[in-house]
């Protein structure tokens, strides 16, 4: 499958917007603050907040730049304001209002005129007609002024070199520097409706592309979307040709409600709510715009938390108490199976999804996320908090290295790890089939191959893959690899597939595959290539439902699949035989390059080589000679319908990797170097020495001629993939020279689509011209 990583709108559909468009809002705070945007109409949105200290501040914020949109779908950046008014009506409930002191205030970010860096703050009460809570707002930026008190602190705004507005909202028991935690969490909205922007320039150049649907479908998460309207994640999700089902996880930072926990900071509460009322309204809005966009939603929730929020007793700890701990900053911790309030919280979160999905009219469909006991990076596995102790016997055994050698105590520790963390999964899986009633869930199941499946840690899928999540324990199981897939360890992704497929016995059919995701945008060219790869592989594969993780990282690097079309299918077929008829003494073979050569006036020639490989071109026709074989060539060419159809040709005078014509050994081409995780290889033939060889590709080796050799020895321990590609079984390690020998053929077409034959011209002994030309096959 092809794509394209798209830095920007060329000649792409575009549309236009009103500036100010609500679905492009975004909101913003510190922790533990929380609020969501969305929208409530073509020209109005809605602003929830949770304030949960004293000194909590939420912002609504508008950019003149696009930096969450997709480049085929952002809008155009505009920093100018002149002479433009922007008009919305103002309604609030919860915060401080507008005539208060430390009320909503615009905060203008830009340059003045002599382009220097400042910002404005304009009361939004001195521009408003009304009541503090339910206002008209008119904005000149023309005319616009900073200040408190006008216009005796009048601060005139320079609306030409804009970058951001900030409409900052507080609670009624703000003060500023005072962090001190709120008795309950204080809720409050927003609302601006009947948006409006006249004046000069008022519309942005949007983009309007629509991908035509190519069979993959999108992953979404919580954490990384909660500034954006759903609106707008929805708009990108179906413009870049995603359909089916929107895998969406709901994170472990941003949806939960909180309390303080006494000493500054706050836990996760499993009295209130499951979500906190911003994250309520919010998922409300992804649900009903997705059920009315005609596409599915699986829920997904883990067994993660942010560390900060996470209660102690809940967390999973290492022998020596250590709590776990992810990688990213700041960490989160995992919740223990063993714990029976935590897992009692897990169940009334999943209960909540279910209820959210039916009050939009969706299927439930529910994802438990890659459930696990945590190793640390020094291979300790994190089985010993208090609850986990108790249900294992008091006192179990100490598992010091996970990668060591166990002994039978240690491995049956590790099974009762496994049966507790399925049990805890089975009653999760359980209560939501419970909660959708008589219209039934589908449940599935996550599990994230290099962690569970590590082979420094043999052992560990004892604990994080169990028996017990074998089929039918779940509807679906899905498996994600991206660590192995973007550093291009495919040995291991095929022995980690096998391997989830014996252990847990759920067919292809009840299979989803998670492709993704790229960590880095400077690692955006290799890696999307392998994932791009690794989606359309599964595809081939059979698997139910094919998922690209995650939107953010898509929209940030421009990524964007493409569908094969029925021209494209054309133009790549191949049929994978021979040429039928041996070439003659007489028929021409002529590799040929491609170069520009430019000659400057004093008479010396640049010279620029366009291909760094000779195409091959043929001439078949002098090998023809009787009229069977001429009737040969017409079928042939007949059933390759002229030149839409690729074949195979033996070249009399190139085809060995030894010598030109010579018999195969297996140290006849340097394939490549070993790196321990790389276990694909693809044949090459040199010609030349050194640093000057020319490197052809061979996609079409004899594969019954093939041998192979790593550091030296002759392997049978491969396969010949597509496309002249050798696949390990296991990845050969660092340092070590794989060679390989065969013999090939070449993938050529006809050059024309038509064959002028003259009979009597034939019968007098002249030769037809029959041309071929090389096929480019290594994409």
């Known amino acids: 499958?092809?794509?394209?990583?798209?830095?920007?709108?060329?000649?792409?559909?575009?549309?236009?917007?009103?500036?100010?468009?609500?679905?492009?809002?975004?909101?913003?705070?510190?922790?533990?603050?929380?609020?969501?945007?969305?929208?409530?109409?073509?020209?109005?949105?809605?602003?929830?907040?949770?304030?949960?200290?004293?000194?909590?501040?939420?912002?609504?914020?508008?950019?003149?730049?696009?930096?969450?949109?997709?480049?085929?779908?952002?809008?155009?950046?505009?920093?100018?304001?002149?002479?433009?008014?922007?008009?919305?009506?103002?309604?609030?409930?919860?915060?401080?209002?507008?005539?208060?002191?430390?009320?909503?205030?615009?905060?203008?970010?830009?340059?003045?005129?002599?382009?220097?860096?400042?910002?404005?703050?304009?009361?939004?009460?001195?521009?408003?007609?009304?009541?503090?809570?339910?206002?008209?707002i008119t904005l000149k930026f023309s005319e616009l002024n900073g200040g408190f008190l006008l216009p005796a602190e009048a601060d005139p705004?320079?609306?030409?070199?804009?970058?951001?507005?900030?409409?900052?909202?507080?609670?009624?028991?703000?003060?500023?520097?005072?962090?001190?935690p709120f008795a309950t969490s204080a809720a409050g909205w927003a609302e601006l409706s009947a948006i409006a922007c006249q004046g000069h320039q008022p519309m942005l150049e949007l983009g309007d592309v629509m991908v035509p649907p190519h069979g993959l479908a999108m992953c979404t998460g919580y954490d990384d979307a909660y500034n954006l309207t759903p609106a707008r994640l929805l708009r990108q999700i179906r413009g870049l040709g995603y359909r089916g089902s929107i895998n969406h996880y709901i994170g472990m930072s941003h949806f939960y409600s909180l309390v303080p926990d006494g000493a500054g900071g706050f836990v996760v509460d499993p009295w209130q709510s499951a979500m906190n009322p911003a994250a309520q309204k919010w998922h409300e809005a992804f649900l009903a715009g997705a059920k009315a966009m005609g596409q599915t939603v699986i829920a997904s929730q883990s067994y993660e938390v942010l560390a900060e929020n996470c209660p102690v007793a809940w967390q999973q700890k290492a022998w020596d108490g250590t709590p776990a701990r992810t990688g990213w900053v700041p960490p989160s911790a995992l919740l223990s199976p063993a714990n029976a309030q935590a897992m009692a919280w897990v169940r009334k979160v999943g209960v909540a999804l279910a209820g959210q999905l039916q009050g939009a009219g969706l299927p439930v469909r529910h994802q438990v996320g890659e459930p696990w006991w945590w190793v640390t990076q020094d291979r300790r596995i994190c089985i010993y908090d208090d609850a986990a102790k108790q249900a294992f016997g008091g006192s179990p055994v100490n598992i010091s290295d996970l990668g060591g050698d166990l002994n039978a105590a240690q491995n049956n520790l590790l099974d009762q790890a496994g049966a507790l963390l399925a049990q805890s999964t089975a009653d999760l899986a359980s209560a939501v089939k419970a909660a959708a009633g008589s219209a039934g869930a589908e449940t599935l199941l996550l599990a994230f191959l290099p962690t569970v499946l590590d082979p420094l840690t043999p052992e560990a899928r004892r604990a994080n893959l169990p028996v017990g999540w074998a089929s039918p324990a779940f509807d679906v199981l899905q498996l994600e690899d991206y660590d192995w897939v973007t550093t291009g360890k495919d040995a291991l992704r095929a022995e980690g597939r096998a391997v989830a497929e014996a252990r847990l016995g759920y067919p292809r059919s009840k299979q989803h595959y998670l492709s993704g995701f790229v960590l880095l945008a400077e690692n955006a060219a290799a890696e999307w290539a392998?994932?791009?790869?690794?989606?359309?592989?599964?595809?081939?594969?059979?698997?139910?439902?094919?998922?690209?993780?995650?939107?953010?990282?898509?929209?940030?690097?421009?990524?964007?699949?493409?569908?094969?079309?029925?021209?494209?299918?054309?133009?790549?077929?191949?049929?994978?035989?021979?040429?039928?008829?041996?070439?003659?003494?007489?028929?021409?073979?002529?590799?040929?390059?491609?170069?520009?050569?430019?000659?400057?006036?004093?008479?010396f020639e640049r010279r620029n080589s366009l291909w760094s490989d000779a195409r091959l071109r043929f001439d078949v026709g002098p090998g023809v000679r009787s009229e069977a074989e001429l009737g040969e060539l017409i079928a042939f060419f007949r059933a390759r319908r002229g030149q839409a159809r690729g074949f195979r040709l033996r070249d009399p005078s190139d085809f060995s990797s030894n010598g030109m014509t010579g018999?195969?050994?297996?140290?006849?081409?340097?394939?490549?170097?070993?790196?321990?995780?790389?276990?694909?290889?693809?044949?090459?033939?040199?010609?030349?020495?050194?640093?000057?060889?020319?490197?052809?590709?061979?996609?079409?080796?004899?594969?019954?001629?093939?041998?192979?050799?790593?550091?030296?020895?002759?392997?049978?321990?491969?396969?010949?993939?597509?496309?002249?590609?050798?696949?390990?079984?296991?990845?050969?390690?660092?340092?070590?020279?794989?060679?390989?020998?065969?013999?090939?053929?070449?993938?050529?077409?006809?050059?024309?689509?038509?064959?002028?034959?003259?009979?009597?011209?034939?019968?007098?002994?002249?030769?037809?011209?029959?041309?071929?030309?090389?096929?480019?096959?290594?994409?």
């Open 1 to 136: 499958m092809s794509y394209w990583l798209a830095k920007g709108r060329t000649v792409q559909q575009t549309d236009t917007i009103q500036r100010f468009d609500p679905r492009f809002w975004t909101v913003n705070f510190p922790r533990p603050a929380m609020a969501s945007v969305v929208t409530t109409a073509p020209d109005a949105l809605r602003v929830d907040a949770v304030f949960r200290k004293a000194d909590d501040l939420i912002g609504l914020i508008w950019e003149s730049e696009d930096k969450w949109d997709h480049p085929l779908l952002a809008y155009k950046t505009r920093r100018d304001y002149s002479r433009l008014t922007l008009s919305f009506r103002w309604r609030s409930s919860g915060v401080l209002p507008l005539d208060a002191v430390n009320g909503p205030t615009l905060t203008i970010e830009g340059r003045d005129a002599a382009g220097h860096a400042r910002a404005w703050y304009v009361r939004l009460w001195n521009y408003a007609i009304g009541t503090p809570n339910d206002a008209q």
């Open 530 to 603: 392998r994932i791009d790869d690794a989606a359309s592989e599964a595809v081939g594969l059979g698997v139910a439902e094919t998922f690209i993780w995650a939107l953010p990282q898509v929209s940030r690097d421009g990524f964007t699949r493409l569908p094969l079309t029925s021209g494209d299918e054309t133009m790549q077929s191949f049929d994978d035989v021979l040429f039928p008829l041996a070439l003659g003494r007489d028929a021409s073979v002529t590799p040929e390059f491609s170069t520009n050569v430019t000659i400057t006036a004093s008479g």
């Open 663 to 779: 018999v195969p050994t297996p140290m006849d081409q340097v394939l490549g170097t070993g790196d321990g995780a790389a276990s694909r290889f693809a044949l090459v033939k040199h010609y030349g020495d050194g640093v000057d060889a020319q490197k052809r590709r061979i996609t079409r080796p004899r594969a019954e001629s093939l041998r192979v050799s790593v550091n030296g020895t002759e392997t049978g321990s491969f396969t010949l993939d597509a496309k002249g590609v050798l696949v390990f079984a296991t990845a050969p390690a660092t340092g070590a020279v794989v060679r390989a020998g065969f013999l090939f053929d070449v993938p050529v077409r006809f050059a024309e689509d038509r064959l002028d034959i003259s009979g009597a011209e034939f019968a007098a002994g002249e030769a037809p011209s029959v041309p071929l030309v090389e096929l480019r096959e290594d994409a």
């Open 157 to 180: 705004v320079h609306p030409a070199d804009i970058d951001r507005l900030f409409i900052s909202l507080v609670a009624p028991g703000y003060s500023a520097g005072d962090a001190t």
